[in-house]
DNA sequence: GACTGAACGTACCATTTCGTACATTATGAA
DNA sequence: TTCATAATGTACGAAATGGTACGTTCAGTC
């Protein structure tokens, strides 16, 4: 006797034990379904549908729906930090610097819907999970390090105001990126007006990015 | 025979029909549960456990659980519009004017969570109900007719920049005002700092306040 | 008072949904 | 090879949940 067996299709089939591939890719339906459904309406039978393993697993390697969301909310987390890599902008200019930053920011926002999906879940949950999670306030700690840099190189050399908080800058640029993404159905619907239009997605990044500079730098040197 | 019942704890019971009150309170509790949990956490037999009724009149008033959401929703836009009243802006300078529209519409938020929340969760839905109610749509149709009116006087003293467009701005300040209530959890969460404290949530006001009128007011006018 | 449609109560059903029991196979160590 | 443990598949159970069947009562009209 083999420990192979022969599958209806007529191929051979010998299971293969892959642990990592089998999270990762429940991980991966996971996330998605929860991004797009929340934590009550995502369905643990659907994801593990999607998946190329089963039900089983998904609660062999994440104990309950509770814990499989958590650390989807982490995985997005996490793969954001990731993408972000290196901005560069200590060889520019301060106001330069952090022209590209909040451009950057907006950018960054737009591309990953469905992490701004989870944290606004997330947010509905009133925070509950990422209370829990170490991983992620771990993760987003040095978040402002770059803004703070690029902030004092502007207050040396005169161009910035000085008295604003790289913090409070930062929570600033964020609310603008953030809710472009999180908000578009009900602001586009309610103004009948297509904010996913390339065009007027152009206008609200040099708006973004006008107004955090006007904000930031002496007005003195901003030209009307 | 009487038409009247003696309850089990003794007390005359005359059932007495009310449909505009029966259907008030579903509302009512309706929008807390769904504002609290989403259209898939809320649960028809908890919202009819804390109802003066039962479950039967809500499908009996609200044919569904879809359709009640989108009730709720809208009573939700209804009342925050209803609140918004008179801001009387007219007797003001363009510029004063503006930073109290400002000021209110901050705080106008902060004072609605639920009804912000309702707006989260219905774009987590990519905007499915609001697409199909006309009611809010009108409702909210002339939301940028004061911004529009104070920005005209701007220009007109020549206080104000040109060029900019009052539906744009209109979104500078829902963007700010929106998600400070939108993501205090995870943005606390994550910078260890607590947003909703009283002394941040003024810095907050005056720095968006602030933020908005540099952007509009022509850059010479401002001290820094 | 008789009649009618709206308003309401109770009990129940069918399905969904999270989670698990139980058996089997793979894999590496001794 | 043997053995222990990790990994996996299948089937099922119990509770939750949206929705309804069925009957009763209220309130206005003639």
Known sequence: MTTHKVAANGKERTRKNDPVRVQADIMRVATREFSEKGLSGARIDEIAEKTKT????????????????????????????????????????????????????????????????????????????????ELIQSLNAGAVDELQKVYRRGLETGQFRPGLEALELHWLISALSFFNVSNRYTFSRIFNWDQNAASNQEKLASHVIDMVLRYVVKPELMAD
């Open 54 to 133: 089963s039900k089983r697993m998904i609660y062999y390697y994440f104990k309950d729906k509770e814990t499989l969301y958590l650390k989807a909310l982490e995985r997005s987390y996490q793969q954001v930090r990731q993408q972000e890599g290196e901005l560069e902008l200590d060889h520019l200019e301060p106001i330069q610097a952090l022209s590209k930053l909040v451009a950057f920011t907006f950018e960054h926002h737009i591309k990953n819907p469905d992490f701004i999906r989870m944290v606004m879940i997330e947010n509905i949950h009133h925070g509950r999970f990422i209370e829990q999670s």
